[in-house]
């Protein structure tokens, strides 16, 4: 059975940008671009090009070095936008025009003061308009999870007819469940005339903690690019992270859907943009955070030092991380102990173990982690000498 391929759409040049206190320069933006490319997403996002000088000089630089990616320009549905960021992108191997307008009654009545029927009539000016200058356009329905079905059906057919190539169909506010997403990804595929013949893309936001999960229920009911950012950055509650949809897929291989990411970069990539950002993630953040693969409980972790796959669902090599850490705690076990104290050079007796252990949940009482420093300290108070060289 052939695997399905899931196109990444990193933005985190643009939507993770757009965070407080987030904001890069073009030598920044440059480094991670760079490294987007080398970990292997489908589409770079760059920026909006026409809302600042600096994000259009970003734009342009960054369509200058990249090798493999589409370098992608967000824009509304107007001509200025179009036309500025069809400059920026001159020099990209492989531009893609990101054009849309809000969908949702909410948009069309209060953000448009309009009409669905003069929506749609925007829509496709704009997406015609982007493809007398690249060949790649990409429409956006913001607020696509609050859209009628119907209605969002509608305009798709309607800007396919005017040349998309790909639908990004937005849950801009974070509000579908994943089964609501997911059915309103199968509708379309199922209702709108020439989406075959389209990519459609998920874009989803993290409000209520679901972004992951309908990005998943997106492409399981027929997407297949997913818009995302490293770390799950982005506006309010962030993104779809791209580190979790990409382990996900790969951890699950009978979804038949798989994406061209080196998941070995995915670390490193994460630490990058932490440090270009200043956003440090939380430490039980899936797959990349702190504690992803760190162990504490003693149940856990003599499971974990028998046999790693009792308690890793995922090899931290795979994601670019060395190995498991098993933390020193009170409520860690005489396997940790023996564990962490071999690694520092101390091939423990099973009665030099029994001795110590209490000692060990003593200190350990009044410390939060008992570090390699400590194991010295309680070796040399037994008079317990290295006898194996550490690991």
Do not use: W
């Not at 990409?138 to 079905?149: K, L, P, Q, V």
């Not at 060990?360 to 982690?369: S, V």
């Amino acid at each position: 059975m052939s695997i399905n391929n899931v196109q990444i759409f990193d933005t985190t040049l643009r939507d993770g940008e757009q965070v407080p206190g987030c904001k890069l320069n073009t030598e920044q933006k440059l480094i991670i671009a760079n490294r987007l490319d080398i970990l292997g997403v489908d589409v770079i996002e760059a920026g909006f090009p026409v809302s600042s000088p600096g994000d259009y000089n970003s734009v342009l630089e960054i369509s200058k070095i990249v090798k493999n990616a589409t370098v992608c320009g967000l824009t509304r549905a107007n001509q200025k936008d179009i036309e500025v960021a069809a400059a920026a992108l001159k020099y990209a191997k492989r531009p893609r025009i990101h054009t849309g307008i809000g969908t949702s009654d909410s948009h069309i009545l209060y953000k448009f003061n309009s009409t669905p029927d003069k929506i749609v009539e925007r829509a496709i000016q704009a997406v015609s308009y982007a493809k007398k200058f690249v060949e790649d356009v990409e429409f956006y329905a913001e607020d696509a999870g609050r859209t009628s079905n119907e209605f969002l059906a509608k305009i798709c057919e309607q800007v396919i007819k005017a040349g998309a190539t790909v639908l990004n169909i937005p849950d801009t506010t974070g509000y579908c469940l994943p089964d609501e997403y997911g059915a309103k990804i199968k509708f379309l595929k199922e209702n709108v005339k020439g989406i075959h013949n389209v990519t459609i893309s998920c874009h989803c936001h993290n409000d209520l903690g679901l972004a992951t999960a309908n990005a998943i229920a997106g492409v399981q009911n027929g997407a297949r690019q997913i818009e995302c950012t490293i770390n799950g950055i982005g506006e309010r509650a962030g993104n779809t992270a791209l580190e979790e949809v990409v382990m996900i897929l790969k951890q699950h291989p009978y979804l038949n859907l798989d994406t061209n990411i080196n998941t070995k970069l995915l670390y490193a990539t994460s630490q990058l943009v932490q440090q270009s950002m200043g956003m440090i993630v939380q430490p039980n953040k899936a797959i990349i955070g702190e504690n992803a693969f760190a162990h504490s409980s003693g149940i856990h972790q003599d499971g974990v030092i028998k046999n790693r796959e009792t308690y890793e669902i995922i090899n931290p090599a795979d994601v670019g991380v060395n190995v498991s850490s098993i933390i020193l705690t009170a409520r860690s076990g005489r396997a940790a102990l023996a564990y962490r104290s071999k690694n520092v050079g101390y091939d423990l007796t099973k009665v030099e173990l029994d001795d110590i252990y209490p000692q060990f949940l003593q200190f350990a009482d009044h410390h939060k982690e008992v570090n390699d420093n400590d194991i010295h300290h309680l070796m040399e108070l037994n008079h317990i000498h290295k006898t194996s060289i550490a690991i």
